[in-house]
């Protein structure tokens, strides 16, 4: 396992979306989800991490130490039990898994599964594996002004119904060919809003990432998700989402000239995350009503009031981290 980061990070970026559906809530039919208060748009961050699961499954082949434990359609406590059958074997049925079993199953998993090592996991089921408190921790994602969710008709040019019968090509033909033509069409809905511009905010914990095991190339493989994962996740309900670039990412870096005190302000921080993110402000242009592009709106950074000992980096691509 690398070396763990030893600097804290926040960052902020910007999600935009065109004429689709960014996160759909099933309570409400598939409508985008909304905060009813203020009718601003949300994402919630379980979305933004299956999309970033779903980077890192395509770019690293689902493959160990990159693997991803939460995996679309699957039993988590396979992995589990696989965790302990590599540190001597499974726990007694009826005693349960002892803590130091439990321990070497977890950093097991640490070290194997990316989304382990960064988000952290429940994974006290099964065999037990225990928890992680991962060193990644996103907010919902907000849209800088109130959304307009559209719901819209659409026809299908066919059906999907089961016929009595065995359901043979040939019982299917002759059905058909007995139905009236406006019977073989079904009307469905489509949910989607114009346009939203998303800010969404992100904190990593160099003190978590000791636990984990979260490194330098893990910290760059979290980038190179965000900023490319819509590319990889394109469907007729997301209309055209994209991360725009760069990134805006506030890394502590610390100001004694004392080397190892200088490392305790890195990994403790030398700024709150609140103040820092103030410092960036994303608004609609003055002379715009209706937002329907990126070009409609400003991003201003208040680059004096960068506090001592944080560096702001815009990363616009992951070798920007360590530029």
């Keep these: 396992m690398e070396e763990a980061i030893k600097n804290r990070y926040e960052f902020l970026y910007l999600i935009e979306c065109e004429n689709g559906n960014p996160n759909g809530d099933p309570d409400a039919g598939n409508m985008p989800r909304v905060d009813p208060q203020d009718l601003r748009g949300l994402i919630s961050d379980v979305a933004i991490k299956r999309r970033v699961r779903n980077y890192v499954q395509l770019a690293k082949g ?30 007694d049925a009826q005693k349960g898994a002892s803590k130091d079993k439990v321990e070497s199953a977890r950093k097991w998993m640490c070290k194997n599964f990316f989304d382990v090592r960064s988000f952290g ?40 119904e089961n016929i009595k019968g065995k359901g043979t090509s040939e019982e299917y ?3 058909e060919s007995e139905q ?16 939203g511009l998303y800010v969404g905010k992100g904190f990593i914990s160099a003190h978590l990432a000791q636990e984990t095991g ?33 990134i805006y990412l506030f890394k502590h870096v610390g100001t004694d000239s004392d080397p190892v005190q200088r490392t305790r302000q890195a990994m403790l921080g030398c700024a709150p995350a609140h103040e820092l993110f103030e410092l960036i402000t994303v608004q609609k242009r003055g002379d ?22 944080v560096q702001l980096i815009k990363c616009s691509d992951a070798s920007d981290l360590f530029r």
Excluded at 77 to 86: G, L, S
Excluded at 215 to 243: E, P, W
Aim: avoid cysteine.
């Design 173 to 175: 033909t002759k059905w």
């Design 62 to 91: 689902n493959t160990m130490p990159y693997a991803i434990f939460v995996e679309h359609a699957t039993n988590l406590n396979k992995q589990i039990a696989k965790a302990h059958e590599e540190n001597g074997g499974l726990p």
């Design 121 to 160: 996991a429940v994974m006290s089921t099964g065999a037990n594996a225990g928890q992680v408190r991962g060193p990644i921790q996103l907010t919902f994602a907000r849209s800088v002004d109130p959304i307009l969710p559209l719901d819209f008709s659409i026809t299908r040019m066919a059906v999907a």
């Design 288 to 309: 715009v009503k209706a937002p329907r592009s990126y070009s409609d709106y400003t991003v201003t950074i208040d680059n004096d009031r960068i506090p001592a000992g």
């Design 214 to 246: 979260f490194g330098d190339n893990d910290l760059k493989l979290i980038f190179n998700a965000l900023l490319n994962m819509y590319d990889h996740d394109r469907s007729s309900s997301k209309g055209l989402m994209t991360v725009r670039r760069p």
């Design 180 to 195: 009236p033509e406006d019977k073989l069409r079904t009307m469905g809905r489509k949910n989607f809003i114009p346009f």
